[in-house]
Every structure is written in C-alpha cells, then in structure tokens.
C-alpha cells in the first residue's frame, strides 16, 4: 500500500494567517491526490482532485501542489469556519489510502 | 444536484453482517461514475473500503477482501454493502462517495457493533 504522510499533525494559527499543509506519498503518484476538509461530526468535503484542481463551489483561497510524491495544500486568509482537519488521500494505486490528517486550529 | 444518502441498522453483533445502502439521488448510477464506501472508526482516520462500476465491477481493499461484498441496483439508485464476521473494530462511522476522489459524500451512519 502506498503510504501518505501528513506533516504536520496540528498547528496553531490566527485568523488572517496563511498556512501550508504538506502531505508526501511513499513513492509517486503522479497528480493523483486529492485534498478534503473535515469538521467534527461532518462528512469530508472535497476541496481539490488532480493535485491542484479545486472542486466547483470551493473558494480560491485554497490551493495546491506538487507532484510525484510531495504536495502542498496552501490556505490563505485564515477565516474561522477553515479550522479543521485537513486529509490528503492517493488513488493512483489500489488500494486509495488516506494521510492520518493535519488538524488546524486557532491560536 | 447529486446527493448521498446511507441507511442501515446502527448496531450489529459480534460475528454478525454488517448491511449498508447509499441511495444516490441527481444522477444514475448507472452514469460514468465509481460508488465507494469510505469507513472512520471513532476519533481516527478515514479507510477505503471498496468500489463498484454499475457494470458489477468490484475493487475491494485487501485488508477488508474476504468479508466484503459490494453490489448495485440500478433500478432503485442504489449501492450497498456487507461485511461479514463484524468485531469491535469494524465499529465506525461509515460513509458511501462518489468516484475515485470522493468528490460527493453521504453525511454518514454509524454502526457500532457489540453484543
């Protein structure tokens, strides 16, 4: 199984802030890796497919990158309803695997 | 506009076969599209646990293959699935999406199992 990693497991930011979130593949996956957004007691919420393409409806105040085995999630202008956790998750190889996620939280 | 909804009982015994169904409402499933379940134990998380074509075609996980079985029903819109031998772990929110990055979720049902 292809393994992803997510660093780092939390942090802490205020409103207002910019915050890069990282996830890394145990080996690559080309731009098969999509970023969701979970609030407790919710459903995921697909925020981009492709490694950088964002899903219809979410703002362009989130984004990402990279490619291969390494991929950012950047999101800027920190406002209260982003603070959550953050999952990467692969589908290039069976079986589809998630990272263990970054919690953002605020400062 | 395409929603997800998943059903089942909340608590299934130890041994027993845990049975779910996503019914899928704005679009057939019948169209170009993967239907998954996703699974999320407790306070951790979120497992693949397999996919279905409407055609029939299955992917499972391997560490879930041999108590997992998914199917779909055309005519009701629907996909579901099994999974046998149920223990503790099996306990968690379970969640049916589409496609092969989930870009349309079910708001979840948790099952707990215990006797």
């Known amino acids: 199984d292809i393994q992803m990693t997510q660093f780092p497991s939390s942090l802490s930011a205020s409103v207002g802030d910019t915050v890069i979130l990282t996830c890394r593949a145990s080996?690559?996956?080309?731009?098969?890796l999509a970023w969701f957004q979970q609030k407790p007691g919710k459903a995921p919420k697909s925020l981009i497919f492709a490694a950088s393409i964002l899903q219809s409806g979410v703002p362009s105040k989130f984004s990402g990158s990279g490619s291969g085995t390494d991929f950012t999630l950047t999101i800027s202008s920190l406002q209260p309803e982003d603070f959550a956790t953050y999952y990467c998750?692969?589908?290039?190889?069976?079986?589809?695997?998630f990272g263990h996620g970054t919690k953002v939280e605020i400062k | 506009q395409v929603q997800l909804q998943e059903s089942g009982p909340g608590l299934v015994k130890p041994s027993g076969t845990l049975s779910l169904t996503c019914v899928v409402y704005?679009?057939?499933?019948?169209?170009?599209?993967?239907w998954n379940w996703v699974r999320q134990p407790p306070g951790k998380g979120l497992e693949w646990i397999g996919e279905?074509?409407?055609?029939?075609?299955?992917n499972y996980n391997p560490s879930l293959k041999s108590r997992v079985t998914m199917s779909a029903d055309k005519s009701k819109n629907q996909f579901s699935l099994n999974l046998t031998s149920v223990t503790a772990a099996d306990t968690a929110v379970y969640y049916c999406?589409?496609?092969?990055?989930?870009?349309?979720w079910g708001q979840g049902t948790l099952v707990t199992v215990s006797s």
């Open positions: 998750q692969q589908y290039d190889n069976y079986p589809w695997t």
């Open positions: 704005g679009v057939p499933i019948s169209s170009s599209h993967w």
């Open positions: 279905i074509y409407h055609s029939g075609s299955t």
């Open positions: 999406a589409r496609d092969r990055f989930f870009d349309q």
């Open positions: 080996q690559g996956i080309s731009n098969y």
